[in-house]
């Protein structure tokens, strides 16, 4: 019944936008920009924190709030007329709003980072408990659980590959993204809406900063896979049939107004969340006042699309707006306020022949640059106005000297215009986020683990942020300086890439795949890849000495069944508290009965009694 009453108020909200539209009650004669800050919070090791609600509560400001996991936090910044110093105005308010959130952080002994995806997350940190205890989330998360009757799976491939099942929404919140808002004219919005479209690839492109995700290389910008396959509500059916992810770029170019832009997402889009609504619209209306459209608003944010149409009221008169949601958090608030620049730049100083965008650009060309954008970044080359050309040379050549005409044309001040163009053209000319984190990750992976090379990164990430230079100014970091500070438990000294044999392979196998690599144990696996078993060559001298032939002999008749194992929170002083008690030299690390790494006793011989290098 509730539900039925929502979606009466959700087609009440169409109608009364339509009737303001006919009305021209929409502000048309006003511009706006707006933007979402998320951020990061990290533990004095560089780790994700669980301290958001007790640094929101210290902050006590309503500009800041709620995100989905404990370790991040949201900034809502207020619009700001689109003129003058504007973008400067932001970029001020910005750093002042994140210093005021860093010194609240101070007290618990953490830190805030800008960056699209925390290196330092970890498996342990997407479970629920890591969750925001808001009913809202809550919601979200068991309604599409609901939805898709099934438990989510993400499959990545990237330089790396990352294929893990999950049961929770909560790997979107390894997401953080500067999210920015223009307010557009109500008769120019569909143009408007497609250009924004056709401009996504190239301005991924050149803003690219989130390359790792659990210490794999994917995508240039693997946000937008992960953010896709996170809050997935599609069914795998044996039918071949065409469906349309919640999170989206489109199908195709749109058409008449921004109601039809709703009126589709309201067809093809389930309507996954509800809440009481006290004021129907169209009675609103009737009575001389601006609706909220609350059920529109609600259906909208579940429906992700990376440019999304707004409705909004601001100081008692209603817009329309555009947001944009691809681009990255970080790497510094200067590099954030120049991607908007030069968004606002573009989208107005459109060029003539692109009103009618369709005349000049194929909507799949517009897409397969978004995807080119987000696998390879910078390094893309894109199929723009019928011709291939790379990035680098499309935003230099074609798209800057627009962004410069637009912001001119929206009374810019020039000494902004030159500063936040030139931080374009220098990262075009030098190095995006991506480049930097992956040329420096695959550096300090040369000499330390993995865990080790993600805490180095982390913390060079938060150093330079804090040194205001934009991301090409970023030097590489020394990997001589970083040394080993944060592990405490088996998961960040393990090795994952592991040989393994099946537990029916011929034992003879087993004994040159140990002699190959010049390992002491190999682990065990059955059909369902489960860890059964381990083989040393210790066992094999034994079962040679009971007369055992090799030869003939499967692994599973030579292996020990009873193995002892960690887990991945497992501290580092019990692991070796237990391989010395043992008198073993390595213990594999299990998760559910799945084996996910093996730490050995010179991964931890290290170790003092604090958990830290000796």
């Known amino acids: 019944m509730a539900r039925a009453e929502f979606i009466r108020h959700l087609l009440n909200d169409v109608r009364s936008l339509e009737v303001m539209l006919k009305e021209n009650m929409i502000e048309s004669d006003r511009e706006r920009i707006g933007a979402e800050q998320e951020f990061c919070l990290v533990n004095e090791n560089w780790r994700p924190s669980f301290h958001s609600a007790e640094i929101l509560e210290g902050l006590s400001d309503p500009h800041f709030t709620t995100e989905l996991a404990r370790y991040n936090i949201e900034l809502n910044l207020d619009p700001l007329p689109l003129k003058g110093d504007c973008f400067r105005q932001m970029e001020e308010v910005l750093n002042d709003s994140l210093n005021k959130a860093d010194a609240i952080a101070d007290r618990f002994n953490d830190k ?29 998360n068991d309604m599409i659980r609901n939805v898709r009757g099934a438990e989510f799976e993400l499959h990545i491939k990237g330089i790396d590959e990352l294929s893990v099942r999950h049961q929770s929404v909560l790997f979107e919140a390894c997401n953080t993204s500067f999210q920015m808002h223009l307010q557009t004219a109500p008769d120019d919005f569909v143009p408007s809406y497609n250009w924004a479209q056709a401009i ?19 995508w240039s910008e693997t946000r ?57 619209s169209l009675q609103d209306l009737e009575v001389g006042n601006i609706p909220k459209l609350q059920a529109l608003s609600l259906h909208n944010s579940t429906v992700y699309r990376w440019n999304r149409p707004c409705y909004g ?146 913390k060079a990430i938060h150093h330079y942020q804090r040194s205001g230079s934009p991301i090409s100014d970023w030097p590489a970091i020394d990997v001589r300086l970083e040394t080993h500070e944060a592990a405490h438990t088996v998961e ?22 140990i002699d190959w690599n010049q390992i002491h144990h190999i682990p065990v696996e059955d059909d369902k ?86």
């Not at 069914?235 to 058409?255: C, H, L, M, Y």
Request: glycine share 6%; proline share 4%; charged share 25%.
């Open 112 to 140: 805030v980072v800008l960056t699209g995806i925390l290196p330092t997350i970890s498996k342990n940190e997407l479970e629920l408990e890591y969750m925001t205890p808001n009913p809202r989330y809550k919601a979200l």
């Open 200 to 218: 996504s690839g190239p301005l991924l492109g050149i803003c690219a900063n989130s390359p790792l995700l659990l210490g794999r290389e994917l």
């Open 224 to 280: 937008i896979a992960l953010f896709q396959q996170s809050i997935d509500t599609r069914v795998s059916t044996f039918a071949v049939k065409d469906q349309i992810p919640r999170v989206n770029f489109g199908n195709a170019w749109e058409e008449g107004s921004v109601v039809d832009i709703f009126k589709n997402s309201i067809g093809k889009f389930r309507v996954i969340m509800s809440c009481d609504i006290e004021r129907d």
């Open 313 to 458: 009221v601001t100081e008692g008169r209603p817009h329309l707006r555009i947001e944009n949601r691809y681009i990255p958090a970080g790497p510094t608030t200067m590099d954030e306020v120049a991607n908007f620049a030069f968004w606002v730049g573009l989208m107005k100083g459109r060029p003539k022949n692109c009103d009618d965008i369709a005349s000049v650009m194929e909507f799949k060309d517009a897409k397969s640059n978004f995807i080119k954008a987000s696998r390879t970044g910078k390094e893309s080359v894109m199929r723009w106005m019928g011709e291939q050309i790379p990035v680098r040379e499309l935003i230099i050549k074609h798209l800057q000297p627009i962004a410069r005409e637009g912001l001119v044309k929206a009374g810019i001040d020039t000494i902004d215009i030159d500063r936040y163009l030139s931080i374009i053209e220098r990262r075009a000319i030098g190095k995006t986020g991506a480049q930097w984190i992956i040329q420096n990750y695959r550096a300090l992976r040369r000499d330390l683990k993995r865990d080790d090379a993600l805490l180095a990164l982390t």
């Open 492 to 513: 960040h000294v393990m090795s994952t890439d592991l040989f393994t044999v099946h537990e029916n392979d011929s034992a003879e196998l087993a004994i040159n795949v």
């Open 529 to 614: 890849a489960k860890l059964v078993g381990i083989l040393t060559s210790t066992h094999l001298d034994r079962f040679r000495l009971r007369g055992g032939k090799v030869d003939d002999a499967l692994v599973k008749d030579v292996m020990i069944r009873s193995v002892i194992t960690a887990n991945p929170d497992t501290e580092i002083q019990e692991a070796i508290r237990v391989m010395k008690k043992f008198e073993i030299g390595s213990l594999p690390v299990v998760h559910d009965h799945h084996l996910i790494g093996i730490v050995t006793i010179d991964d931890v011989q290290a170790f003092d009694r604090d958990g830290n290098r000796g």
